[in-house]
Structure formats: C-alpha cells, structure tokens
T-cell receptor
Framework: ETGVTQTPRHLVMGMTNKKSLKCEQH?????MYWYKQSAKKPLELMFV???????ENNSVPSRFSPECPNSSHLFLHLHTLQPEDSALYLC?????????????FGQGTRLTVV | GQNIDQPTEMTATEGAIVQINCTYQ??????LFWYQQHAGEAPTFLSY??LDGLEEKGRFSSFLSRSKGYSYLLLKELQMKDSASYLC??????????WGAGTKLIIKP
C-alpha cells in the first residue's frame, strides 16, 4: 500500500463507451500525475496537476480528459478510445512538482479497449 | 533528444549479486531515481542519487557518475521476491522526469 488508491483495477470498454478512472491520495501531496505504461516502453507522462492546477499536458489526445476537483483526487475521463489506448494507467503523487521528491504510485488501472 | 538506456531483461541466481546499468543523455541533470515494480503492482521508490558515488540501503545500492551519464543498481543476496522490473528515471534541467523502459529481472533458484 503506497497511499495512492486507484479504481477500478481493471476496465474493459468499447470504443464508443465513456468511463472514468479515479485516483485518491491522502499523503498531503500537492502534485498529482497521470502516466500511461505500455509493455516494454518507458512510462509516458500524460498530465500533471500542481496545487489543483493543470501544469502539463504532454500532447495527449482529447479523448483523454483529466479533472482535479481537489488536492486529494484526480480523475481521467475516457471517451471514444482506440484499441492502441489499451495500457496500464498509473496515477502518482509527490510532495511538489520540483521533480526531486519521490513519487508514490497507485497500482494502476489495466485498460483494455475492444 | 533525451534518452535513458537500460537492459530489457536480466537473469540471476538466488543468493547471487546482480548489477543493473542505466545510461542517460538528458538536457541537464537534477537527480536520478530507481524504482521497483512487481508485475501488476505499483512502482515503488528504491533510491535517489544526485551526487557522484554509492548510496547503500540494505541489500540494495545505487551508484552515480554524472560525468559518464551512468548509474547502476546493485542487488546483493538475491531473493526470489526480487524478481521484478527496475525502472531508472532522470530529472532533467526542467525538472521533468525522463523514464527508462525498465529492466525485467528474473531470479532463478
């Protein structure tokens, strides 16, 4: 248990569905992240929130839409996904956005798009 | 471009020692992390190096040479539970984390 909780752990969705991934941390951290992890590839940073403000969007397609209602919760809304979006989606948090503080990861949501 | 290189897969024997290398080419350097990730689980923090030299933490040690753009993670007295992927990540000059693809370590009895 790392202090970061993600739900659901597994998700299968059709290309026309809409679903949301949820992330929650009660570590008192100010920065939260969404990453995409595909097999044998480096972690891909998708979005960064610092003090509830989105500070980075790394050219992520608009079919992925993040939401950060407060400093403890982060959502990733999904719609009209493609099969190549199938991957493990990891949420992480850290004390701040400076990068030299360790990140705590959730266990991820294994997403399969059919 | 920015790049982190680490071997895709390594195999070692229980009780032995293994060294996992990581080389990097990044725009600036503000530190290097090693994370461990068991299959189906969250990556967990192992070590952080920002100065040259060896950091020891129990059975695990991490070494950094900034002039060579090189780090390694040394695992001693290997146990079966050490079978996992080991991720190297570098903080660049913009404080962005650049990740390697990970090294899958297989421990055999």
């Amino acid at each position: 248990e790392t202090g970061v909780t993600q739900t659901p752990r597994h998700l299968v969705m059709g290309m026309t569905n809409k679903k949301s991934l949820k992330c929650e941390q009660h570590l008192g951290h100010n920065a939260m992240y969404w990453y995409k992890q595909s097999a044998k590839k480096p972690l891909e940073l998708m979005f960064v929130y610092n003090f509830k403000e989105q500070t980075e969007n790394n050219s992520v397609p608009s079919r992925f839409s993040p939401e950060c209602p407060n400093s403890s919760h982060l959502f990733l809304h999904l719609h009209t996904l493609q099969p190549e979006d199938s991957a493990l989606y990891l949420c992480a948090s850290s004390q701040d956005r400076t990068g030299n503080t360790e990140a705590f990861f959730g266990q991820g949501t294994r997403l399969t798009v059919v | 471009g920015q790049n982190i290189d680490q071997p895709t897969e390594m195999t070692a024997t229980e009780g032995a020692i293994v060294q996992i290398n990581c080389t990097y080419q990044t725009s600036g350097f503000n530190g290097l992390f090693w994370y461990q990730q068991h299959a189906g689980e969250a990556p967990t923090f192992l070590s952080y190096n920002v100065l040259d030299g060896l950091e020891e933490k129990g059975r695990f040690s991490s070494f950094l040479s900034r002039s060579k753009g090189y780090s390694y993670l040394l695992l001693k007295e290997l146990q079966m539970k050490d079978s996992a992927s080991y991720l190297c990540a570098v903080i660049d000059s913009n404080y962005q984390l650049i990740w390697g693809a990970g090294t899958k370590l297989i421990i055999k009895p």
